[in-house]
């Protein structure tokens, strides 16, 4: 995952010494808000002067075209337009240099981007005010994201707003490509430390499994009693997530993953055609309770001896509400 730093959120120091120190910490990109002021690209051609960071630029305004030559000209190439200042369906522009994106407010539903699917390469989902530094994250976007992500799999998903340590922690595991760090990041007494964090795989935190978990209508799973071999190597192929899960009434009665799946063909080497249900289901899987904390989540990881990339959520009654995956955090440290 990439960290784009706000630079508008620290106040106290000039660009040029911000960007140069926010450079030798290897910042991925710099974030810009265009709230209709005409003088941040005269900062941007400062910037293109000391560093070669490429810039992702926020333009909110009525009117963005007014920028487009000057987006051209300065080679920017990231730029998101935010949606709710358009007046009716806007047309991007395409210079072969910049990629553009299409900025939402939590309240704007995912659905309006599928206009301008075949114009932006992705979308930027503000959590807080757009133009303002500050504010807390809207739990409620957790299951924004992954609504896009489901949607739109193929398009990336930019974050901005109340992004720290924790929040950069979720942000990895659903899977997003770059998140906006303003005053957690450029406001930190270390900057160094701050970006390191936002990197980091281990936190502290009360947001509960509940509030990020992948629900179980978007969830791999089958019932028991339609359980046989074949349904059972169908789902998991299916659903490309390399496992599926059993259900009984509502129960989760066992789990079957790639790994479940091998071990019964190596148990069978000698007769594939005698590979039963029970030879590739695992009765007894790892789970987590909905009310879990991430850190109650991690220390669960941490205990097994082997690597967990996804747990079923469940509650008291065991009843199953969605699942957990690790994949995203993995590919984001390799």
């Not at 091998?262 to 249900?277: A, D, E, H, V």
């Amino acid at each position: 995952m990439k960290i784009s730093a706000s630079l508008y959120s620290n106040t106290d120091r000039t660009i040029e010494n911000l960007v140069k120190e926010l450079d030798q910490c290897h910042i991925d990109y710099f974030h810009i808000d265009c709230n209709d002021d005409l003088s941040v690209f005269d900062d941007i051609r400062e910037i293109r002067k000391i560093s070669k960071t490429p810039i992702d630029l926020h333009i909110i305004s009525d009117k963005p075209e007014q920028y487009f030559d000057l987006i051209d000209e300065l080679a920017i190439e990231f730029v998101s337009i935010q949606y709710e200042n358009l007046s009716g369906h806007y047309t991007f522009p395409a210079n072969g240099k910049t990629s553009f994106g299409l900025a939402i407010v939590s309240d704007t539903p995912v659905e309006v981007f599928e206009d301008y699917k075949d114009q932006c390469d992705f979308v930027l989902i503000m959590t807080t005010t757009p133009g303002q530094s500050g504010g807390e994250f809207r739990a409620d976007n957790f299951k924004k994201i992954r609504q896009f992500r489901t949607k739109y799999p193929e398009k990336k998903i930019q974050v901005d707003g109340g992004v720290n340590d924790v929040i950069g922690f979720v942000m990895r595991m659903l899977g997003v490509d770059s998140v906006v760090s303003g005053s957690y990041l450029v406001k930190h007494p270390s900057i160094g430390m701050a970006l390191l964090h936002l990197r980091s795989s281990s936190v502290n935190s009360d947001y509960k499994v509940k509030d990020f978990m992948i629900e179980l209508e978007d969830s791999p799973t089958i019932l028991s009693a339609q359980a046989d071999v074949k349904s059972i190597i169908s789902e998991i192929e299916n659903h490309k997530q390399g496992f599926v899960m059993l259900t009984q009434n509502g129960i989760l009665s066992g789990l079957s993953s790639n790994a479940d799946v091998r071990r019964g063909l190596l148990k069978n080497i000698n007769n594939f055609n005698s590979i039963l249900p029970q030879d590739i289901i695992n009765n007894t899987p790892v789970t987590i309770n909905e009310e879990a904390t991430i850190t109650e989540m991690l220390k669960l990881v941490k205990s097994k001896k082997f690597l967990i990339s996804f747990l079923p959520v469940v509650d008291k009654g065991n009843t199953l509400k969605g699942y957990i995956t690790f994949i995203n955090l993995i590919r984001s440290e390799s």
